[in-house]
C-alpha cells in the first residue's frame, strides 16, 4: 500500500491537472475558426507524441513489460484516440452543457464500474456519498449553462450525442485504469503514459491534418493549439499520470470532477459569463465532493 504521503502527492497531482484542464474551455473561445474535433485532435494528439517522446528511454527500457500487456496498451491507446473525437462530438451533437456534464459525469461511476469488475474492488460510503454530490453538482452547472443558452435551437441529435458523451466518458474511465494497471504491473509513470498516448497520439495524427488547417490561419489560432497541446495535455497528463501511479483510478477520475468548476470560474472571470444561484450550489456540491473523496475512502 502507498504511504500517505505518497497518496496525498499523488492527489495534488491530479488536482492540479484538473485546473490545468479547466483552462481548455476558454482557451479555445480564443480561436473560434478551429472545430472542436480539430481542437481535440491536436490536443491530445501532439500532447500525447510529446508524452511519447520524453518518455523514449524508458519505454524502450520496459518494452518487453509493455510487450507482455500489448492488449491493454493497445486498448488504453485506442481509448485515448476514441475519447476527444466522441466528446466534441458530443458537445455538438447535444450541446457543450450535456456533452459535457454527461462524459464527466459518467466517468466516476464508470471507472468504479471498471475496478469492482477487474479488481473486485469495494468502496466506502464515503466515497458513494462523494461521488454522488460531484455528480449532482455538474449536473446543476449544466443546468445552469441550459438556462443562459435557452434560446439556443434544439439539437435534433441529442440522445446521439448523449450517447457519444456517454463513450467519452467510458473511454476517459478506461485508458485512466489501463494506466493504473500497467504501473502496478512494475511498469514506470512515464513508460506506461508514454506508449499509451504516444500510440493514441499517432492515431489521431490523421483527423488533425484532414480538421487542423484553421490553425495555421492566425498567429491566435496557432497560439491556442500550441497551448492545448503543451499545457493541459501535455502537463496536466504528466501530473494525472504521477497521481494515478499512487491513487486508485476512481479517486482520481472523481477528483478531476474539479475541472468543470475551474472552467465556470474562468469564464466568469475572463468571458464575463453569469453564473446562476443554481451553478453556485453546484460548486458548493462539487468541492463537498472533493473533500469526501481526498480522504481516505477506498478499500479491498
Known sequence: MPSQNHQFLGIIAVIIAAIL?????????????????????????????????????????????????????LCGALSVAIYPLVFYASMRMAGVTIGTVVSIGSAPL???????????????????????????????????????HADQTQHPHLILGIGL????????????????????????????MGSIFGIGGLLLMPVLFMTGSAFLASWSNAAVG?????????????????????????????????????????AVIIIKESLSIMGWIGVILVFTCLVCVIMPSRKK
Open 21 to 73: 484542464w479547466g483552462t481548455t474551455g476558454v482557451s479555445a473561445s480564443f480561436a473560434p475558426q478551429v472545430s472542436p474535433i480539430a481542437i481535440g485532435s491536436m490536443a491530445m494528439g501532439v500532447g500525447g507524441l510529446l508524452q511519447a517522446a520524453i518518455a523514449t528511454n524508458i519505454i524502450r527500457s520496459y518494452r518487453f513489460n509493455l510487450y507482455r500487456q500489448w492488449p491493454y496498451v
Open 226 to 266: 500550441i497551448y492545448m497541446a503543451l499545457v493541459p495535455m501535455f502537463i496536466g497528463y504528466i501530473c494525472f499520470g504521477y497521481g494515478l501511479a499512487r491513487i486508485a483510478a476512481s479517486t482520481a477520475i472523481t477528483i478531476t470532477l474539479l475541472e468543470p468548476i475551474v472552467a465556470a470560474f474562468l
Open 165 to 192: 458523451a456517454l463513450l467519452a466518458g467510458l473511454t476517459y474511465a478506461l485508458y485512466s485504469w489501463i494506466a493504473r494497471y500497467l504501473m502496478q504491473q512494475n511498469i514506470p509513470s512515464k513508460a506506461a
Open 110 to 148: 464508470l471507472s468504479a464500474v471498471i475496478e469492482a469488475i477487474m479488481e473486485k474492488a469495494k468502496f466506502s460510503t464515503k466515497w458513494i456519498i462523494g461521488a454522488t454530490l460531484g455528480i449532482i453538482g455538474i449536473a446543476l452547472l449544466s443546468l445552469s449553462g441550459q438556462e443562459h
